[in-house]
């Protein structure tokens, strides 16, 4: 769908109804009490810092958790799913020694 169609829709959505958007993505994943080993995955077995707290390798190391949250919130009435990438601000990788991580993921 092209942005301008994604504007539209929702601009019409909107002025029908209030809409309701998903919940905390990062108290889920902490529900979720995933391991060092879930953040790893097999692509990231060897990366040699921690990556336990850097909830946006999960979109490719767990996501299977990260689409049973965004189910979860769709059944319980959510409209609209925001992405999974807090931890893609600049200054978050580097604080967790994870460099340029997010660019090649």
């Not at 689409?67 to 990788?93: K, S």
């Not at 994870?98 to 090649?104: C, F, I, P, Q």
């Amino acid at each position: 769908m092209a942005a301008s169609d994604l504007t539209a829709s929702l601009t019409q959505r909107l002025a029908q109804r209030i809409l309701i958007l998903d919940g905390g993505m990062g108290t889920m994943l902490q529900n979720a009490q995933l391991s060092e080993d879930d953040f790893r995955g097999e692509r990231f077995r060897d990366w040699p810092s921690d990556l336990k707290g850097n909830n946006d390798l999960l979109a490719l190391t767990c996501p299977d958790v990260v689409a049973r949250i965004h189910r979860d919130y769709l059944e319980a009435g959510a409209d609209i799913l925001e992405t999974n990438t807090f931890n893609q601000h600049p200054f978050i990788p580097g604080r967790l020694r994870h460099g340029r991580l997010g660019a090649r993921a």
